[in-house]
């Protein structure tokens, strides 16, 4: 079972603006600068990396996203205290 984790995300402050930033990103649209033009989390940034980091050290909707779901695919959304989620798992070791 993975311990540690390395993903992206976008953070959004509604359901709406998730759905439509997923529907930009399953057309191709780049993660990166969709998340530093959108993002409300300082990782976006960054294009929304997160970097490698423990299970258990994210809010639980999104730990369990990272720790349970598919690698490599866009994720959300996936709501936590802080707003709405997309998340892609770039690896689990």
Known sequence: MAKRACALHILVNTEAEC??????LRKGADFHKLAKKHSTCPSGKRG??????NKGDMVGSVDKAVFSGPELAIQGPVKSRFGYHLI??????
């Open 48 to 53: 929304g990396d997160l970097g490698e980091f």
């Open 19 to 24: 759905l439509a930033l997923k529907e930009q």
């Open 88 to 93: 892609k798992v770039l690896y689990r070791t």
